[in-house]
């Protein structure tokens, strides 16, 4: 699984050229489930083709387009489509089964 840390100058631009399926992640450095998914998120067998971190205290940008009110939030994106906002606890089963739920809506726009 391929990580990669996304900003408000180019997560739009790469999201889009990405393929497959990508979990974008919204953390914070003073966030204590922020920093306990940033370390287990990646060890997890999770249905993602990239983790995609974005630090919501330096991209606010990002934080009011994708309306994210608590951290950490997640959203599905593939092959350059969006797929909404996951509500899962992080644990493998559960993300997986949200990821396969987001991936049966019909797409949008990026936000």
Request: net charge negative.
């Amino acid at each position: 699984m391929v990580e990669c840390e996304l900003t408000d100058f180019d997560a739009d631009q790469r999201l889009l050229a990405m393929s497959g399926v990508s979990l974008v992640i919204f953390t914070s450095v003073g966030c204590a489930s922020c920093r306990w998914a940033r370390q287990q998120l990646p060890e997890l067998e999770l249905d993602v083709d990239q983790l995609c971190w974005i630090d919501a205290g330096n991209n606010g940008g990002a934080v009011e387009r994708y309306q994210v009110f608590h951290l950490p939030a997640l959203f599905v994106v593939r092959d350059g489509e969006f797929y909404g906002a996951l509500q899962s606890r992080l644990a493998r089963i559960e993300l997986n089964a949200a990821l396969g739920q987001a991936l049966s809506r019909n797409p949008e726009e990026l936000p």
